[in-house]
């Protein structure tokens, strides 16, 4: 079999392969874009785009069963999962053949659908999904193949029907009652999304917070929002097995602080966390080799031990956000076509957590900065003081900035409240544009917004 040379080989057709793919080629790069599955990646296909279409139709239950609260009477409300589930793959389908339109348009770039393993130095082959395998070889090579949900290794999960959390949007009907493995981002949207289709629902955690990541303020406030939407935390709980009842029925045993429980529901989602796709790479063929956790280490540039092969997006050991992909994008398009020095160094990272109301995260978390051991000021305003929130009658959460007590500049935030991913994104702007908070606090923003909820949570600092 010939092995057919390229500029640039691509490993992967996610947030950061695709765009790099076309760039590439533009940049007159003859380029082998080679994907597994589905063009899109992990946001498009089983991340992102589908889930947060399904939190869409779960807010318009919540704020339908709410209706009463704004005057307006409704009728009993029901939840059809096939046209909830047929609404998210229209939109998911949509997204991912206009991704592939666009690569397959672009002039100089191949587009193939198969598995790649390397086989030598920077020789890799690709066994096609309609049949048949090519060998191709490059001097650039970029790895953007993404991750997985994990599977822990819970005695009796390999015996009994559990969900991930690409399996879970596939339901075609709602679950009596849901188990969660996992308080983190994955498990308290689709927990609180399925809570509010109807379902029972019990989020089982390990550490003693949920969002481990997170200020225990912040972490304790979401709980408190879950908790009055009707989930069950069980928090420093550890699953200990599962098994499954000649019913159907699953039994999850696990030890919390006052001792062993069983506990019973009709469906598990396992949400433990993500597992990068390097096993299958066969990366020690071309000199490769990955951390502990499968992540393919990366210097600021994005560049591997091996000269002249990238690893880009979440195989690289996160953090696993499409955006961060996307900025990863950014680095080698400035780098490798337009003679640039950029790095991943001090960027920001913002992320939203969709449940509802939204989590925004920028920056420094206060015990961020307090291990640092900086001087700093900490603005919090309850969402009750914000009149664009009562008007709307969503008053659950806080905002927090840290700031420099110094130099007053914008260290990081958590927005927890309505649209607070959006709020969260204007104080990263401040962030960018290296803006004291005073400039916000002084700000003339349009009334009535959310915005405006800026002023006076800096005019905390004066009080």
């Known amino acids: 079999m010939p092995t057919e040379q390229y500029d640039a080989i691509i ?30 990646g992990t946001c498009i296909n089983e991340g992102c785009t589908p889930t947060k279409t399904m939190v869409a139709s779960a807010r318009a239950a919540y704020i339908a069963r709410r209706g009463a609260d704004y005057g307006v009477r409704t009728g009993p409300i029901s939840i059809d999962m096939g046209v909830v589930r047929q609404r ?3 939109i998911v389908t949509s997204f991912r053949d206009g991704s592939q339109h666009q690569i397959e348009a672009t002039p100089g770039v191949d587009l193939l659908l198969g598995a790649a393993r390397f086989t030598g130095h920077k020789t890799l082959a690709v066994q096609l999904n309609d049949g048949g395998e090519r060998t191709l070889t490059a001097d650039l090579i970029c790895i953007n193949t993404g991750d997985r ?14 969900l991930t959390s690409t399996t879970i ?37 390990h550490g003693a917070q949920l969002l481990s990541s997170e200020d225990a303020d912040v972490a304790d406030a979401v709980a408190d ?8 935390l069980r928090l420093q709980t550890q699953p200990q097995r599962v098994e499954r009842r000649g019913d159907g029925t699953l039994t999850l045993t696990v030890a919390a602080p006052d001792g062993s429980q069983v506990l019973t529901g009709s469906h598990l989602l396992v949400a433990v966390g993500r597992t990068p796709n390097s096993a299958d790479l066969n990366l020690a063929a ?5 951390d502990p956790q499968g992540n393919i280490p990366t210097d600021a540039t994005l560049a591997t031990s091996v000269p002249g092969i990238y690893a880009l997006g979440d195989v690289k050991g996160g953090p696993a956000f499409t955006h961060i992909s996307y900025d990863d994008f950014r680095i080698m398009r400035t780098n490798l076509i337009e003679g640039g020095h950029a790095t991943i160094t001090d960027r920001l990272v913002p992320y939203t957590v969709f449940m509802d109301p939204q989590l925004g995260r920028v920056g420094l978390t206060e015990a961020e900065a307090r291990q640092q051991g900086r001087h700093i000021r900490v603005a919090k305003l309850p969402m009750t003081s914000v009149a664009r929130a009562l008007e709307v009658d969503e008053t659950r959460g806080f905002m927090k900035a840290i700031v420099d007590a110094d130099s007053a500049a914008i260290l990081g935030c958590a927005v927890l409240g309505i649209e607070g991913g959006e709020i969260m994104a204007m104080l990263e702007i401040a962030m960018l544009g290296k803006l004291p908070y005073t400039v916000l ?23």
């Open 11 to 40: 490993i992967g057709a996610g947030q950061a392969g695709g765009p790099l793919a076309t760039a590439f080629a533009r940049a007159g790069k003859h380029t082998a874009l080679i994907e597994r599955e589905h063009v899109g």
């Open 88 to 90: 998210k793959r229209a």
């Open 149 to 162: 949900p994990t599977i822990p290794a819970l005695p009796g999960l390999d015996a009994v029907p559990y």
């Open 169 to 205: 949007m596939e339901l075609d009907a709602v679950p009596d009652h849901l188990l969660i493995l996992g308080g983190g981002y994955v498990g308290i949207e689709f927990g609180q999304m399925f809570r509010r289709f109807g379902s029972r629902v019990t989020i089982i955690q």
């Open 225 to 232: 929002i879950l908790r009055a939407d009707g989930v069950d």
């Open 286 to 290: 071309t000199g490769l080799h990955t």
């Open 441 to 463: 606090r002084d700000a003339i923003f349009a009334h009535p917004t959310l915005a405006e909820s800026l002023n006076n949570l800096f005019m905390t600092l004066d009080e």
